[in-house]
């Protein structure tokens, strides 16, 4: 017997939409990358948001969902699919009609939005599906949500805003080095996790190396691709956004300090308010390579 359909307040909750914000971001950052006026192209801006938002990181976050069933009983039993609200293989369907939806709109928006997308949707099926399940190995899951959340959101937004042109070399080397620094983000959410990734065997880096440990790994991965942002900024001739990132990686050294002293019981704090210093200085960085941007 056929499961009955979901209700769409249950779909919308395996689709997280609070999760969609880092990779809107990540793509708006691109957008301002590219220098191009939003007043001639917000259609495709908009396509892009809701491409990178609603369509790639909800089909990431369904597919997780999926294949995490188990974990999440012990962890959040709450969730849509453990709970049965999202009931039998409706969760998969989901993830596979989202897939193809994301795909549909990326390729209306040019080549290299198309190849951004269908890597981060490749990454994020590797990342929480057998047989790889990247998940499973913290340096390798953090490394591919990273790049996915902020490197290929970034390439997106200023692919997308060139006419699915590759963006300019600048552009592609602040996507990386942020990319990198999200490796660090992706640790921090690990820490709330802990008990039930032990029990599964899922090998993130709090269970592997200990909150202590992973706490410093964490920090090291988010302040050095930064310190590079900095020194690159400086020898791109854009004195002020360097000025502004070092600042706010400062403002960041001051939290870590904090979150160091008990990693497990401020990881949630560090995140509220470490994270959103590292996404400004990607706006910084942005508006510095921009054409149209202040140095």
């Not at 689709?15 to 191009?36: E, Q, R």
């Not at 989901?94 to 209306?108: E, F, H, M, N, R």
């Not at 996507?175 to 032990?198: C, E, P, Q, R």
């Amino acid at each position: 017997m056929q499961a009955a359909a979901p209700a769409p307040g249950a779909v919308l909750e395996l689709l997280k939409p609070i999760t969609w914000f880092p990779p809107m971001w990540a793509f708006g950052c691109g957008v301002v990358s590219s220098g191009v006026s939003l007043r001639e192209h917000w259609p495709v801006a908009l396509a892009g948001v809701l491409l990178a938002g609603p369509l790639v990181c909800a089909t990431s976050q369904a597919v997780n969902d999926w294949y995490d069933r188990e974990v999440d009983a012990i962890n959040e039993p709450h969730r849509p699919i453990p709970s049965g609200r999202i009931p039998g293989a409706w969760g998969l369907g989901i993830a596979v009609a989202w897939t193809v939806l994301s795909l549909a709109v990326a390729a209306t928006l040019g080549r290299w939005v198309f190849i951004a997308a269908l890597a981060g949707l490749a990454l994020a099926w590797a990342y929480s599906a057998p047989p790889f399940r990247l998940k499973q190995n913290g340096w390798l899951g953090a490394a591919a949500c990273g790049l996915c959340y902020e490197g290929l959101a970034w390439v997106t937004g200023a692919a997308a805003m060139l006419g699915g042109t590759l963006p300019p070399a600048p552009s592609l080397i602040l996507a990386a080095l942020y990319s990198a620094g999200a490796h660090g983000i992706m640790t921090l959410n690990d820490f709330k996790s802990v008990k039930g990734d032990s029990l599964m065997g899922v090998r993130s880096l709090p269970v592997t190396l200990g909150p202590r440990r992973a706490a410093e790994t964490a920090c090291l991965a988010m302040a050095a691709p930064q310190v590079v942002v900095v020194a690159l900024l400086a020898s791109w001739g854009r004195p002020l956004a360097a000025a502004v990132v070092t600042a706010l990686l400062l403002f960041q050294f001051v939290l870590m300090a904090r979150f160091l002293r008990d990693p497990t019981r401020h990881a949630v704090w560090y995140s509220g308010f470490g994270v959103p210093l590292f996404v400004l200085g990607m706006l910084a960085s942005a508006l510095a390579v921009s054409p149209a941007g202040p140095a």
